[in-house]
């Protein structure tokens, strides 16, 4: 159980278009997911936290009109990168936890979105 | 503020060898203590987790790590290492006050077996 899905599992695009990669739990409902990066050979930076029809919450220096966070519904949470940059280029990995769980429970992690942006 | 720190980016041992990887965590209370493994381009798969209780874990393939609070630590350990092994393994920390929310991660270390 528990299993988080997200997609595309790679993505190519071009400087200055958008990307939009979804996280989805596909056997609960997540209230809040959370939006990690990761740089290659380096640790996951927190880059937002996601809220069921609310505003999501973007960590010190993450640029909320660049990182476009909407989780529409109780299992879907969408991340788009506008205007990418060769910059914006890393791995992007969602992950969500499971709604009443007992306090210290893991966080279920989606397989990641590589980006490339040329 | 809560940080994690891994003693080696990379560690390497031969197959059938002691498994040891490092970690060490700041925090003003005993945090919620996790440890995740990553395999090449996917995401994360949790070995094991420390709430309360035996300090003493055990996970997933072996894995078990010690929660040591004089030490402010939770090493990773497994008795014989497999070739299965070999990926990137990080540490994390969540603050037990705040609900565990958010995950604090350390940079992670890269597990080689050699045969």
């Known amino acids: 159980g528990a299993v988080v899905s997200q997609h595309p599992s790679r993505v190519i695009c071009k400087s200055g278009t958008s990307v939009k990669i979804e996280c989805r739990s596909l056997?609960?409902?997540?209230?809040?997911m959370f939006w990690y990066r990761q740089f290659p050979k380096q640790s996951l930076m927190l880059m937002a936290t996601?809220?069921?029809?609310?505003?999501?919450?973007?960590e010190q220096g993450v640029e909320k009109d660049k990182f476009l966070i909407n989780h529409a519904s109780l299992t879907l949470s969408t991340l788009t990168v506008t205007s990418a940059h060769p910059e914006d280029s890393s791995f992007y990995i969602c992950?969500?936890?499971?709604?009443?769980?007992?306090?210290?429970?893991?966080?279920?992690f989606g397989n990641g979105t590589r980006l490339t942006v040329t | 503020a809560q940080s994690v720190t891994q003693l080696g980016s990379h560690v390497s041992v031969s197959e059938g060898a002691l498994v040891l990887l490092r970690c060490n965590y700041s925090?003003?209370?005993?945090?919620?203590l996790f440890w995740y493994v990553q395999y090449p381009n996917q995401g994360l798969q949790l070995l094991l987790k420390?709430?309360?209780?035996?300090?003493l874990v055990k996970g997933i393939n072996g894995f078990e790590a010690e929660f040591k609070k004089s030490e402010t630590s939770f090493h990773l350990t497994k008795p014989s290492a497999h070739m299965s092994d070999a990926a990137e393994y990080f540490c994390?920390?969540?603050?037990?006050?705040?609900?565990?929310?958010?995950?604090?991660f350390g940079q992670g270390t890269r597990l080689t077996i050699n045969p």
């Open positions: 056997d609960f409902q997540a209230t809040t």
């Open positions: 925090s003003s209370v005993p945090p919620y």
């Open positions: 996601s809220n069921e029809g609310s505003k999501a919450t973007y």
């Open positions: 992950s969500a936890r499971v709604p009443l769980a007992q306090q210290g429970s893991p966080l279920h």
């Open positions: 994390a920390v969540s603050d037990r006050i705040q609900g565990a929310q958010k995950l604090v």
């Open positions: 420390y709430t309360t209780g035996a300090t």
